[in-house]
């Protein structure tokens, strides 16, 4: 084994973990194939953490047949906000943030046709999004309203949500993160579309220095606030619903997304099976110092 | 997972890989000790497909063409000959020499297609010559003829008297010794000038530069004024593509045998394996009817052939693999087919490696191997090229189609049918302007194409056109290593004559699949973490 070690002494010292180490020590040795629909199944998902009185953002219509493809029209005729996701999508695939103002939809600033979002549905029902392009349910979503702690991490009318990621190994909380979106990434906070991320001290709940793409920065790259000392509100309640998690969806290794609703708080907006590596470049620190 | 089964997990993975190349390296020995296999027998079956393309426009007039063709000789043998004529005749003219095909025809009104194709297989021959062999030695009436003077080799010409004196050549010294002079005069002593015209030896002499013809011809000239026979031999040097360009050498009489001198590119006594011989003598290569708009070229492939003359030696054995292969051919599973499905766990190796080891990212997973199959048909210059050419095409399509607003599955079928239609299109292009390699892209796997087409567009839409084209020049470096490995005619006489070889390369994904350490990018991704203090 000697050939290839040379490239593990240096990261393992530093307690770095890059992808090969995390798929075999942490994600196969800790989540069992049989309970990735638990996570992978978003509907069902939401089901379980629900009936364990963990909060989630409220389904608000689903679509798992083509007869109802157009029924969102009149079901949802009251409501301005919604979010569309594919049950089964993955790297944040085939969400759709819808606005209507007036009679008129928008969905990422442009003007959208209700026909367009019917086809939209259309294309999710077809498997378009799903991990493995099988035919997959479209569903309807309640937006979410950052906590004003949170949205001075996005920018001024832009429809981007800030999450709070934390990484649980075997209901502990090894590592958490902000993610903010920026201009470059187009209101999404995933950090490989140029989304920011900042780390978060598990003991203060207060934010620390953060990442943009794989280099440490200190302040916001588009309003140039400083990243550091924000107390993250319902911290706590985020730490305690995600130490719970691990027991009822039967995953060891698992990245939870919570969202800080200004009306509801803490909820859960999904659970990852595969959770990224770069919390670590966001936390300036690694994975492997804090996991056994 | 619980801690024993874990620790079980951990042995076998250990002991795994050993067994697996113990197990090979025993079934090896074995073949090598008691059914007497050897590398050397399988690596030595080399050959080519030889194509000879010729084009002609007729004006409703009378054509005649004709070429030399290679027969069997003690160096090259020729096999499966086939001609293609169009309307005209074909026959063959032969003399004690030399052996030509002619296709004629009283009257040929637009144009026509000839061809001739052979499988060469070719090897190198080395000369001994004795060196108690003098120039006054009894030459036989049949090699006579060859030391008489004529227009191209002047060998009587005062000024080849001069060199020959000025070179110390003599008649007392052996053939040997004369030979090694008169070779070292025209490999070493005259330029070598690329000339597309004939020039004879005198010309040659006095120009002191000459190509490969001038330089056989006043070795020829020399040789003939001491005494020893001479002749001129053309034929073409084989490497893999297409061209014009045909060769020539010479060859001395020496003791019953015609030994070949190549002034050019420095043989003596010796024809390399990658010579083939055409005609020989102070004739054409080609002739054909004037004003008929004559066009030809050589189209050169080379293949590993299989080794059944070896095959009949060996004993019957379960273990006796070259044997197994051969039964193979009755579901027209032909050797070069099973080298494209054998060598494929090899290849993913290259797949393997650089997406675990570099951590490269690509198009799909076996995506890059997939494509480097295609790549054996067309070559990897033509094969990158295409690959180029084909995504550009899916590119545009992709959008136009987008605009269209149809369901994916079907969508990708469209997609998949305008690939089909474009690759044919090109195969006709290719054949039509004589781009051979080119052409055979209607072999290229459509829709591993069409699959990369479409995760092509993906990946513009989500993260830009330059991110795409990084991972589709990422996927091209692998699909690239893949073809190298796959294509390598070493290996893949390694692992037809000892398939065992895959159960070691079974025995590196193991260990590779073990590997927790970093892949080499992520040196990059996380190097300010690395440096942190």
């Known amino acids: 084994m000697a050939f290839l070690d040379i490239f593990k002494m240096l990261p393992s010292r530093k307690g770095i973990v890059g992808i090969n180490k995390r798929n075999l020590d942490l994600i196969y040795t800790h989540n069992k194939r049989t309970y990735f629909p638990n996570v992978d199944n978003k509907l069902l998902c939401k089901k379980i953490l629900q009936e364990h009185n963990?909060?989630?953002?409220?389904?608000?219509y689903v679509v798992d047949s083509p007869k109802v493809l157009k029924g969102w029209e009149n079901e949802?005729?009251?409501?301005d906000n919604f979010v569309i996701k594919p049950n089964r999508?993955?790297?944040?695939?085939?969400?759709?943030?819808?606005?209507?103002?007036?009679?008129?939809?928008?969905?990422?600033?442009?003007?959208?046709?209700?026909?367009?979002?019917?086809?939209?549905?259309?294309?999710?029902?077809?498997?378009a999004f799903s991990?493995?392009?099988t035919s997959d349910t479209a569903y309807f979503e309640e937006t979410i309203t950052n906590h004003p702690e949170l949205s001075q991490f996005t920018l001024e009318g832009q429809d981007g949500i800030t999450d709070i990621r934390i990484i649980y190994q075997d209901n502990i909380p090894v590592m958490a993160m902000l993610r903010a979106p920026t201009e470059e990434s187009d209101g999404k906070a995933n950090l490989h579309q140029g989304g920011i991320g900042i780390g978060i001290d598990l003991q203060t709940s207060m934010t620390t220095n953060g990442c943009h793409k794989n280099n440490f920065i200190t302040h916001h790259p588009d309003n140039k606030i400083e990243l550091k000392g924000h107390e993250v509100p319902f911290f706590q309640d985020m730490l305690e619903f995600g130490a719970r998690i691990s027991d009822i969806v039967n995953l060891g290794y698992i990245g939870v997304d919570f969202v800080c609703d200004v009306a509801h708080g803490a909820m859960v907006l999904e659970v990852n099976a595969r959770p990224g590596l770069n919390i670590q470049l966001a936390n300036q620190d690694g994975l492997g110092t804090k996991i056994q | 997972m619980s801690v024993s089964r874990l620790k079980a997990s951990k042995v076998l993975i250990g002991v795994l890989p050993a067994l697996l190349i113990f197990v090979a390296s025993a079934v090896a020995m074995y073949k090598i000790k008691y059914l007497g296999y050897n590398l050397e027998a399988v690596t030595q079956s080399e050959s080519y497909h030889l194509e000879m393309v010729m084009e002609l426009d007729g004006h409703s007039s009378p054509v005649e063409v004709s070429i030399a063709l290679p027969k069997n000789l003690p160096n090259q043998t020729v096999k499966d000959e086939a001609f293609g004529s169009d309307d005209l005749k074909f026959s063959f003219e032969k003399n004690r020499l030399n052996r030509r095909g002619k296709w004629?025809?009283?009257?040929?009104?637009?144009?026509r297609q000839l061809n001739y194709t052979a499988t060469i297989?070719?090897?190198?021959?080395?000369?001994?010559i004795d060196s108690t062999i003098l120039p006054t030695n009894q030459v036989p009436k049949s090699a006579a003829f060859y030391l008489l003077p004529d227009s191209m080799i002047q060998s009587e010409n005062p000024e080849i008297k001069d060199l020959a004196d000025s070179l110390h050549l003599s008649s007392d010294s052996s053939i040997l010794y004369n030979s090694r002079i008169i070779y070292d005069f025209a490999t070493y002593g005259m330029n070598y000038v690329r000339y597309s015209g004939t020039i004879d030896a005198l010309t040659a002499y006095r120009l002191n530069e000459a190509s490969c013809g001038g330089k056989s011809r006043i070795m020829a000239a020399l040789a003939r004024y001491l005494g020893i026979p001479a002749r001129l031999v053309g034929g073409k040097i084989l490497s893999s593509g297409q061209s014009k360009a045909t060769h020539i050498w010479v060859e001395f009489y020496i003791g019953n045998y015609w030994v070949p001198f190549c002034p050019t590119n420095e043989y003596f006594a010796e024809i390399p394996s990658n010579y083939l011989i055409l005609y020989y003598g102070e004739i054409s290569f080609i002739t054909h009817t004037k004003d008929i708009n004559f066009k030809y070229y050589f189209n050169l492939k080379k293949r590993l052939t299989s080794t059944v003359a070896g095959l009949n030696k060996l004993k019957k054995n379960p273990l006796d693999i070259l044997n197994i292969w051969a039964t193979?051919?009755?579901?027209?599973?032909?050797?070069?087919?099973?080298?494209?499905?054998?060598m494929l766990p090899i290849g993913v190796l290259a797949v393997v490696f650089f997406r675990n080891i570099v951590g490269l990212e690509t198009f799909g997973t076996f995506m890059p191997a997939l494509i480097a199959i295609g790549f054996r048909d067309t070559g990897l210059s033509s094969g990158i090229l295409l690959f180029a050419l084909i995504m550009g095409f899916g590119s545009v399509m992709r959008v136009i189609?987008?605009?269209?607003?149809?369901?994916?599955?079907?969508?990708?079928?469209?997609?998949?049918?305008?690939?089909?239609?474009?690759?044919?299109?090109?195969?006709?292009?290719?054949?039509?302007?004589g781009f051979l390699n080119f052409a055979r892209v209607a072999l290229f796997p459509m829709i591993i194409l069409t699959l990369t087409v479409e995760r092509l567009s993906i990946i513009t839409e989500e993260s830009g056109i330059w991110n795409a084209l990084r991972i589709a020049f990422l996927t091209l470096i692998v699909a690239s290593s893949s073809y190298a490995i796959m294509s390598s005619r070493f290996l893949q006489s390694i692992v037809i004559t000892f398939p065992e070889t895959i159960l070691v390369v079974i025995a590196i994904y193991i260990y590779i699949g073990r590997y927790s350490g970093f892949r080499l990018i992520e040196f990059t991704r996380f190097k300010h973490l690395l440096v942190r203090s």
């Open chain 1, 89 to 127: 999508g993955f790297g944040g695939n085939g969400i759709k943030l819808i606005k209507r103002v007036e009679d008129t939809f928008y969905s990422s600033g442009e003007e959208i046709s209700k026909d367009d979002i019917t086809f939209h549905l259309q294309q999710i029902y077809n498997g």
């Open chain 2, 104 to 111: 004629q025809s009283s009257s040929v009104d637009g144009k």
């Open chain 2, 328 to 342: 193979f051919k009755k579901v027209a599973i032909s050797l070069e087919l099973l080298k494209i499905i054998i």
């Open chain 2, 401 to 433: 189609l987008e605009r269209l607003h149809l369901l994916h599955t079907p969508r990708l079928a469209i997609l998949l049918s305008t690939v089909v239609l474009f690759n044919l299109g090109l195969t006709a292009v290719g054949v039509s302007l």
């Open chain 1, 54 to 60: 963990i909060p989630v953002p409220k389904t608000l």
């Open chain 1, 76 to 79: 949802l005729s009251s409501l």
């Open chain 2, 121 to 128: 297989l070719t090897k190198n021959i080395k000369y001994i």
């Open chain 1, 131 to 133: 991990i493995d392009n």
